[in-house]
């Protein structure tokens, strides 16, 4: 089989929607390139066992927000533990339990995760969240690139309540892959594709899967590089029936089963029935 790039959404700890979707791409290790767009870990059932899928796979994966923060509590407690003055950040119980169950190489897997990833080969760039439009990329700051969101009035990067995706107002070269802002189909931008379609609130896990030296497709053709496998059920939070806002802790709405839109998709995972216009592909207040 001829060599394939996989790009793969935001797993939160989906250890099993991994294992199904890389069995579905009949993934070949050694020959295919796995790249992850961050934040593997968090809010799912198994943490250590999507880092253990990355290390059998080979594959790269870009740092998100959460392996940031973990990594954030993990410096500061060894400075303190060193007796040297640090405020260590409070990390929750969500985080907590997590941190709790990764063992060294574990630890060691998250340190080497880059902001940035990117593939010369397909001109694109995987990065957690985003880029700040009209900025150059060395003055990219690494916080914001595993945070933002949108862009507010003035062009400012935002997490939450800016009224534009980032990637409405990119343009590339290069194109990019993001996750982070979870909407239940991935967010096509003529410049930029967001593949976190929220698989730890019940949605899908998708992955962008280019031939050897392809480039994203434009926007009308984009779907037919997606490929996605519907959650197994809920692991947290809600999202709205209509699948415009996808929410974490903050709203609970009754929903049962994989998607409300599972029904849209046949055997393979391709969709079916008519697309839903741009708009409605944008999350509102959505967490990541
Ligand atoms: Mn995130």
Known sequence: MAPRTIVVGDVHGCSAELRTLLDRLAFVRGTDTL??????????????????????????????????????????????????????????????????????????????????????????????????????????????????????????????????????RYVGPPHVAFGHAASLDAQIHPWATGVDTGCVYGGYLTAMVLAEGQEPPPAADRQAVLVSVPARRRYFGGMSVGGRAMVGDQVRIPHHGPGPHAARRDARGARVGSERPQERRIAGRSRG
């Open 35 to 168: 790249v992850f767009v961050g934040d593997l870990v968090a809010r799912g059932p198994d943490s250590r066992g999507v880092l253990d899928i990355v290390r059998e796979t080979g594959a790269i994966a870009v740092r998100g927000n959460h392996e940031d923060r973990l990594l954030q509590w993990q410096r500061a407690s060894r400075a303190q533990e060193r007796g040297e003055f640090a405020l260590v950040p409070d990390l929750g119980r969500l985080h907590g339990d997590v941190a709790e169950s990764l063992g060294p190489e574990d630890w060691a897997l998250l340190a080497t995760m880059p902001v940035t990833h990117l593939l010369p080969a397909h001109r694109l760039l995987v990065v957690h969240a985003g880029l700040v439009p009209g900025v150059p990329f060395e003055q990219q700051d690494p916080a914001t690139m595993m945070r933002i969101r949108s862009v507010g009035d003035h062009g400012e990067a935002r997490d939450h309540g800016g009224a534009t995706p980032w990637g409405l």
